[in-house]
Structures are given as structure tokens and as C-alpha cells.
């Protein structure tokens, strides 16, 4: 159940980041604000594999300054590093404690559960941050909701 829950979850979070990226390659000019936050999205979602991985996350950069070709390249091995890796776990594997030192070398132990969940929420908010530049550069954002994706 857990398994299908995150797969699922998983294939909207790609969905959602290939929006951005496309919204992004349209546009005129660079936005280079939305384009870091777009690179710190896929770059969180690379350390936390890492981490899910068990092993240590310290040198994947969390602010990369990538191009959108680079964004698109990292957001394809994100996509398939995290199909492979929740292919791979069984149901109890979700509740296992996994232990990990953040970006300041402070030491923590959470769930897989909690981290898949909160690799999911992290990018939905910074995409809303990338919505908010857009619009405010006078352009329009792409459509990321949830239900927006279960419609399509």
C-alpha cells in the first residue's frame, strides 16, 4: 500500500518539476531567481537519495547554479534513481529509521515514510515560490496542483 502511495506521489513530483522546467524554457529572457530554485529542488532531491541510500550527503551541493539543460538532465536522474530505489523497498521498509547528518553536520534519524513525504512537500513549495517569480516578472506560471495532475 505504502509502495503504490509513493510511486504514485513520485510520478506527480516529476510531472510537476517537468512543468517547471518546460514554463522555464519558454520563456524570452532567464529567469535566473526561478532557475535556482528550480536547481535547489532537484538538488535536495538528489542529497535525500543520498541519504536514503545511507550514505553521506555532504558533498552534494545544495544550491547548484545549472542551466536548464543541466536541470533537465538532473531531473531524468532523479526520476529514475527514485523509481529504482522505491522499487527496491517492501512495505515494512517505509518505517525504517534511516540516519543522516543535515547540511550543518547535525545528526538525525527519521523514517523513509517521513522523508519520501517530505521530499514531495519541499518541492511543492518551492514551486510555489518559482510561480510567485514568474508572476511577478509578468509571466505566467504553470498549473503544478495535485489535482491538476490526477486530471490529466
Given at each position: 500500500m505504502?509502495?503504490?502511495?509513493?510511486?504514485?506521489l513520485y510520478?506527480?513530483?516529476?510531472?510537476?518539476?517537468?512543468?517547471?522546467?518546460?514554463?522555464?524554457?519558454?520563456?524570452?529572457?532567464?529567469?535566473?531567481?526561478?532557475?535556482?530554485w528550480?536547481?535547489?529542488?532537484?538538488?535536495?532531491?538528489?542529497v535525500?537519495?543520498?541519504?536514503l541510500?545511507?550514505?553521506?550527503s555532504?558533498?552534494?551541493?545544495?544550491?547548484?547554479d545549472?542551466s536548464?539543460d543541466?536541470?533537465?538532465?538532473?531531473?531524468?536522474?532523479?526520476r529514475?534513481?527514485?523509481q529504482?530505489?522505491?522499487?527496491?523497498?517492501?512495505?515494512?521498509?517505509?518505517?525504517?529509521?534511516v540516519?543522516y547528518?543535515?547540511?550543518?553536520g547535525?545528526?538525525?534519524?527519521?523514517?523513509?515514510?517521513?522523508?519520501?513525504?517530505?521530499v514531495?512537500n519541499?518541492?511543492?513549495?518551492?514551486?510555489?515560490h518559482?510561480?510567485?517569480l514568474?508572476?511577478?516578472?509578468g509571466q505566467e506560471p504553470?498549473n503544478t496542483?495535485?489535482?491538476?495532475?490526477t486530471?490529466?
Open positions: 505504502a509502495k503504490e502511495h509513493f510511486l504514485r510520478e506527480y513530483v516529476n510531472w510537476a518539476n517537468r512543468r517547471v522546467l518546460d514554463v522555464l524554457r519558454r520563456q524570452a529572457e532567464d529567469n535566473e531567481r526561478a532557475r535556482q528550480l536547481c535547489h529542488v532537484l538538488a535536495a532531491e538528489q535525500w537519495l543520498t541519504r541510500r545511507g550514505e553521506d555532504s558533498a552534494v551541493p545544495v544550491w547548484p545549472l536548464l543541466e536541470c533537465a538532465g538532473l531531473l531524468a536522474q532523479n529514475g534513481a527514485y529504482q530505489f522505491l522499487h527496491k523497498l517492501t512495505e515494512a521498509d517505509f518505517d525504517r529509521a540516519s547528518k543535515n547540511t550543518k547535525v545528526s538525525f534519524s527519521t523514517s523513509i515514510r517521513d522523508i519520501l513525504t517530505h514531495a519541499h518541492g511543492t513549495y518551492h514551486r510555489g518559482i510561480a510567485t514568474l508572476r511577478a516578472a504553470v496542483d495535485f489535482i491538476t495532475f486530471r490529466e
